[in-house]
Nanobody
């Protein structure tokens, strides 16, 4: 079992920055890669970014490449998503997911809301 808790969402103006955190706990937390997904009402949950646990390789959706950065904070068992140059279309609930890169794994956090005003 893996427990995931997201934090760091909020309201920000376009062009601003936010940093999301995904804190992982549980005996098997080290076995999984970590993905970030996001979802807006009426739309499918979409992939945002991922980090591979074995070699820290990172992966991004084209829509966020160059603006978002995913990283591990091993000391805190936390995955960070630094979001810069935010756009109104980044508004969504952001979810942390433990599984394989770009594949929805079995474990999800509760989500954190990001709102970007124009």
């Amino acid at each position: 079992q893996v427990q995931l808790v997201e934090s760091g969402g909020g309201l920000v103006q376009a062009g601003g920055s936010l940093r999301l955190s995904c804190a992982a706990s549980g005996p098997t937390r080290s076995y999984y890669d970590i993905n970030w997904y996001r979802q807006t009402p009426g739309k499918e949950r979409e992939f945002v970014a991922a980090i591979r646990k074995s070699d820290y390789s990172t992966y991004y959706a084209d829509s966020v490449k160059g603006r978002f950065t995913i990283s591990f904070d091993n000391a805190k068992n936390t995955v960070l998503l630094q979001m810069n140059s935010l756009k109104p279309e980044d508004t969504a609930i952001y979810y942390c997911n433990a599984g394989s890169v770009r594949a929805r794994g079995p474990y999800w956090g509760q989500g954190t809301q990001v709102i970007v005003s124009s």
